[in-house]
């Protein structure tokens, strides 16, 4: 399902991952999304156990937000250099 909505999500300057990179092309902000979708989905079923589960969840959820923050940026970047701007 998450593929679903990401990948319907076009290029722009209000949702999604707003890098320069993605921004100029179709096929990094395709599979930045796809990346992105599937870290956001897994990262928040961690991040809800986490928050069943310990008492004090911060140690759990601040790395999985800077990864799922900073993992998409860093994939579409590598992305944009490998395929360019197409």
Do not use: C, E
Not at 22 to 28: C, E, K, M
Not at 40 to 67: D, E, Q, Y
Not at 70 to 75: A, D, K, R, S, Y
């Amino acid at each position: 399902m998450d593929d679903a909505i990401q990948i319907n999500i076009r290029p722009n300057y209000f949702v999604g991952i707003k890098v320069p990179w993605t921004l100029n092309s179709d096929a990094v902000w395709i599979r930045t999304h796809k990346l992105a979708g599937k870290l956001w989905f897994w990262g928040g079923l961690i991040g809800i156990a986490a928050l069943l589960v310990f008492k004090n969840p911060t140690m759990v959820l601040v790395p999985i937000l800077i990864i799922i923050t900073i993992v998409p940026v860093v994939f579409s970047y590598i992305i944009y250099q490998k395929i360019g701007n197409q």
